[in-house]
């Protein structure tokens, strides 16, 4: 039963996002869409028991002596992962199929913001700015072409941020959430935090709210107190330091694929741009490119990106296959 669906996913995948869902704290809200899509066609309704009975199957599975917790634990130990066999146990492996690598939006998912429950890893395209929420009420924000694993246990919160940019808003619980970025990590609980890991493989950590700790080694129990409004950087020497000036790494509306700038030259701009253009934007003169710029940019959407730059340098703006030229007129 693999015909396409709702946007182009197979059915049974949208069945299993379904049960997920109405099984979850929004099902009350998304009882009338539900209810719509299964009435749509006796495929969905099929597809959907199907997927009611595979949960069963995995219900009996956890009881049993050979498959079940208490026999996996033992061979095993604890099982790491984005869930045990708890509350949520028979969603486990339909969690992973239902919703995909990149949280992908299914029925009852808001637009736009394109939130979604994760499934591990969390990974984002280039141009795409995503949000998901964590099964332990955090959320966590990933910047164009970024990727963060995740490994949740009992008492242990873990993520690793693999490349790009992560903000994560971390929900209070009992341990800190530990992220894991290059060879050093950062913790915090209840608080706000941005990670970006550079091709370099320089880490800089900032903090919007609460208190968090950085080491430049995880395995060096050497820490350094991160307070809200400042940065730290490590990497690839792994020497931790605070960031000079913290304000030209805070960019508060990234997540909107927004960023300010006190003072930056035009053509590091334009390569901030351009981690999110499908079509590249070049410089053509690199007198143009070596000028100094302030201001608010949206830089994620390229267009009008491109546009406001002429406009401000006095520049022509050129279409071509294999780029978007800005050049003097």
């Known amino acids: 039963m693999t015909k396409a669906g709702d946007d182009d996913y197979p059915v049974d995948e949208v069945a299993r996002a379904w049960l997920v869902k109405m099984r979850g ?31 069963a199957a995995l219900a009996i599975l956890k009881t049993s002596q050979r498959h079940g917790t208490t026999h996996a634990e033992a061979r095993r130990g604890p099982m790491r992962g984005w869930f045990t066999w708890g509350a949520v146990a028979t969603a486990f492996a339909l969690l992973i199929i239902a919703i995909g690598a990149a949280g992908a939006p299914f029925p009852g998912q808001p637009g736009g913001g394109a939130t979604a429950f994760a499934a591990e890893p969390l990974e984002t395209q280039r141009g795409e700015i995503r949000t998901f929420r964590l099964v332990d009420g955090s959320r966590a924000t990933l910047d164009t072409d970024s990727r963060l694993d995740v490994a949740f246990s009992h008492g242990e919160r873990s993520v690793r941020l693999v490349r790009g940019r992560v903000r994560l808003s971390v ?17 915090a609980n209840d608080a706000e935090i941005d990670l970006r ?24 129990d050497q820490t350094m107190p991160l307070k809200a409004g400042s940065a730290l ?72 990106f491109a546009e406001r730059i002429a406009i401000l340098f006095g520049l022509a703006v050129e279409r071509r296959s294999d780029a978007i030229h800005l050049r003097r007129r």
């Not at 370099?200 to 950085?214: C, F, K």
């Not at 020497?239 to 304000?247: G, N, T, W």
């Open 25 to 55: 704290e929004d099902a009350e809200v998304l009882r009338g869409e539900f209810d719509a899509w299964l009435q749509a066609s006796a495929e969905h309704r099929e597809a959907y028991r199907h997927a009611e009975k595979r949960m």
């Open 171 to 187: 929900a209070p619980g009992d341990v800190p959430l530990r992220i894991e970025a290059g060879r050093g990590e950062a913790t």
């Open 197 to 220: 890991l550079a091709a370099s493989g320089r880490v800089v950590a900032s903090l919007r709210r609460g208190a968090a700790e950085v080491r430049a080694d995880a395995d060096v």
């Open 233 to 304: 950087a490590y990497g690839p020497g792994n020497r931790l330091e605070p960031v000079a000036a913290p304000a030209a790494v805070i960019q508060p509306d990234w997540t909107e694929g927004w960023a300010d700038y006190r003072s930056i030259k035009l053509g590091a701009l334009v390569a901030e741009a351009n981690r999110y253009a499908a079509v590249p934007i070049v410089i053509d003169e690199s007198a143009t490119a070596a000028r100094e710029v302030s201001g608010r940019f949206h830089i994620s959407q390229t267009d009008a």
